[in-house]
């Protein structure tokens, strides 16, 4: 198992301070991070923590999938790499735009 957990359905009023405290009890926490919103600032409802050893990581997905935080009942897992993003923006991978007809 790897070290860094995703950690799911967060409150928005989730922080990441709190996000740590909640793993630190099942070992060191290297990280713990709350993504946010570009746009708005606002928690996307997800986060990542870094544990310090897979024991720590596979105590942590025991302990706390399922369990409260901030009202809401976690999920949490193994991370799963992230898979590289197709180019190209909005538009799709060719462009587009009022210069190649747009949509």
């Known amino acids: 198992m ?4 995703y950690v799911g359905n967060l409150s928005y009023s989730t922080t990441d ?4 405290g909640a793993f630190a ?12 919103d570009r746009e708005t600032g606002r928690s996307k409802g997800f986060g990542f923590v870094e ?4 024991e720590d990581a596979q105590k942590a997905v025991a302990g706390m999938d399922g369990q409260p935080l901030d ?5 949490v897992a193994e991370a799963k790499p992230m898979e590289p993003r ?18």
């Open 2 to 5: 790897g070290k860094k957990l």
């Open 17 to 20: 301070e709190s996000l740590n």
């Open 25 to 36: 009890a099942f070992g060191t926490v290297e990280s713990a991070r709350v993504i946010m």
């Open 51 to 54: 544990m310090a050893s897979d």
């Open 71 to 75: 009202g809401r009942n976690l999920k």
């Open 86 to 103: 197709s180019g190209g923006g909005p538009r799709g991978p060719r462009g587009g735009g009022a210069a190649r007809g747009g949509w």
